[in-house]
């Protein structure tokens, strides 16, 4: 009777089918790391879109007699200027200026290429309140900036849009 000798060890050609397994799983892995970074990128830039759209609402609350100083397109032509109520007193008009110029910046540093439209229609102000009237219309924001898409294929710009329409 012939006995054979145990095997010992691997033979190479398993070696090699299990690193070549295990390198398609590595490649598949490395995939969805650069498109889990891409979906953060987008989500921080909406993120970023909606932040800046309250914070404007938020300053036209503020001053909401002028509030239709306020209608216009904000992009980086907008977002320079000498318009500075931090250091000394303003009028409401001057207020709604820097506060144009102010948002007009953030825009610029915080989304790529944006371009913002405020447009608050003109209605009279509710009867019946007493003291400073609520705005009795509708403003609608509408900001506008370029990202990649999401394909592989690099991706090319395309445009996002946040529209808000809001009572301020």
Do not use: K
Request: glycine content about 8%.
């Amino acid at each position: 009777m012939r006995i054979f000798p145990r095997q010992r060890g691997f033979t190479l050609l398993e070696v090699l089918i299990s690193i070549l397994v295990f390198s398609i799983g590595l490649l598949g892995v490395a995939g969805l790391m650069v498109l889990s970074v891409r979906t953060n990128h987008s989500a921080f830039l909406r993120t970023q879109a909606s932040f800046l759209g309250e914070s404007m609402a938020d300053r036209m609350r503020t001053n909401l007699g002028w509030i239709d100083q306020y209608n216009g397109t904000y992009n980086a032509s907008t977002a320079t200027g000498t318009a500075d109520c931090r250091t000394a007193s303003c009028t409401p008009t001057q207020l709604a200026a820097y506060d144009r110029l102010m948002w007009s910046q953030q825009l610029v540093e915080h989304l790529p290429a944006p371009t913002a439209v405020i447009n608050c229609d003109n209605l009279p102000p509710n009867p019946g309140y007493a003291g400073s009237q609520p705005y009795g219309g509708l403003c609608r924001m509408t900001i506008t900036w370029t990202e990649a898409d999401l394909s592989r294929t690099g991706g090319t710009p395309a445009t996002q849009t946040f529209a808000w329409v809001f009572q301020p």
